[in-house]
């Protein structure tokens, strides 16, 4: 019953048309209101002394309304009988129950008992104190029968009967509710799963775009419209195998959904754009010519190359075909989108720069120092060429510098603030980069020859460096130069007023780590060649 309004189990209609009558041939006067005293009938009266003498003062229309209040709050077995506390008139409350809670409570009013007459006086005090005209309120009051206790217990006894049955009515109809509000519930819910499940059969859960089944149902029906002209585009994520490999499938996910938004947000809206699995996306275009889905192509892929929110370039590859329907199948069509898909991707994998484009975010993040890594990578090449290296060599060392923090782009900002104190499981995790780095080097056949070097970038000479602890000679001379190159260009490239260090000092600090950190034949060869470099 808590949730369940009195107006919502009876019929308020003829339910006062039930109290009008039982008004009139009982000659009482009778209205139904809630445990808190709102009325939920319009009082039915068989009289007007009440409304017409008595509800003229103020003070009576007051004093009325609280003994109808009081009665209606009255819990306790009822029927309860009591004098108003306006008229001097005798009332009575009788309760509704449903299920055990007291809902409502019939109003009994407007009676006059013998055994509890008052006398004139006393009616005419009653008058006085309410400021009504004597003569007009004894004038109503005779209209009022004397009735017998009896007579009054009988008219209580059939309203209880009548209280009885509306309970039962309003028992069953809160049953019948209950049930009809659990049959909508289930209804509801089983509408809800043929939705969801519709959905499921339709799209792909991951980016809401439709799935291949629904992709390939639709491509069937279009392919039996002959007189239209359709055009079909295949598409490919780039660089989804990285972002799985390096920062986990969940970021792998959110590329997959970023680029499903760019080739939504861009298609018409009767145009059908799906994920079919993995990193394949297609799309199909009903009346549309080659040249709108070349277009579509070329926007959706500008749009990816101007959002940088993700550490790995949002890009796809796509293809784009007209079907020629007299000359081969929808499917048919798809294969040439699909073959000219792989084409761009080709182009797309030789033209895009992973590599620069981590580099880049990490010079934003400031993980990294623009004026400081391009410098290290030039000095080490040249300090490999003093040392004797060809050519190759000397690149392989340049690449080293240049990529060996890659992986810091795995790690979240807050690691890399200044003085953040890192927890023993943070540290690790930062130390992590490096073995990062290794795998984003071994992706691309720019740095693939300098991935184990990348993977030692961080060894010290001591055996106390990360991730192997491989230590001497064991650390390649590559690495080993880098090491000591990195170190000096960074202590003496001016970053901020204080923050870098002359010359001599830097060097000083090296020959203070040689043996430790560096190795010393590396630190003395360095001071050398810095010797013979003044402008370095």
Known sequence: MDNVAFNEIFDMETLQRLMNSLSKSLEVGLCIRSPEGKRLTEDSVYCKFCHEVIQHSELGKKQCEESDVTLSAYKEKSPMICRCKSAGLM?????????????????????????????????????????LDEEEYMRG???????????????????????GQLSQLGYHNLQQRQKISTLENVESTLQKDREQLQTLAERDNLTGLYNRVKFEALMKEYGLQGHRRICMISGDANNLKLMNDVFG?????IL??????????????????????????????PDTVLITAEDYCERVQRNCRTDKKLNLPL?????????????????????????????????????????????????????????VVP????????????????????????????????????LPEFMMIKGFSATPEEM????????????IALQFEQTRQVADFILCSHENWDGNGYPRKIKGQKIPLEVRIVR??????????????????????????????????YDPDVVEWFVSFLGKHDHI
């Open 91 to 131: 009332d009575a409350g009788i309760n509704l129950m449903v299920d055990g809670v007291h809902i409502a409570s019939i109003l009994v009013g407007q009676v006059r008992l013998k055994e509890n007459e008052l006398s004139e006086e006393e009616y005419r005090q009653i008058a006085r104190s309410l400021k």
């Open 141 to 163: 009051l005779s209209r009022i029968p004397v009735i017998s206790r009896e007579k009054f217990e009988n008219i209580l006894e059939t309203l209880t009967l009548v209280a």
């Open 249 to 253: 499938h969940e970021a792998g996910d």
């Open 256 to 285: 997959l959904q970023a680029i499903a938004g760019k080739l939504k947000e861009t298609a018409k809206g009767d145009w059908m754009v799906a994920r079919c699995g993995g990193d394949e996306f297609r799309v199909l275009m």
């Open 315 to 371: 890009s796809i590859a796509l293809g784009a075909a007209e079907w020629d329907s007299e000359g081969e199948s929808l499917q048919e069509c798809f294969n040439r989108a699909d073959k000219k898909m792989y084409e761009n991707k080709m182009i797309i994998k030789q033209e895009q720069n992973v590599l620069d484009y981590i580099l880049n975010k990490l010079y934003d993040k400031q993980y990294l120092r623009l004026e």
């Open 375 to 410: 410098k290290t990578a030039a000095v080490a090449y040249e300090f490999a060429r003093y040392l004797g290296f060809d050519e190759e060599g000397a690149q392989k060392v340049k690449l080293t510098a240049m990529y060996q923090d890659i992986g810091l782009i795995q």
């Open 428 to 439: 690790s995790n930062r130390r992590e980069h490096v073995s990062k780095g290794h795998q």
């Open 484 to 517: 000591v190159v990195d170190n000096y260009v960074y202590w003496t490239t001016y970053l901020a007023k204080g923050t870098n260090l002359t010359k001599e000092q830097a060097i000083a600090r090296l020959r203070g780590q040689a043996g430790k950190m």
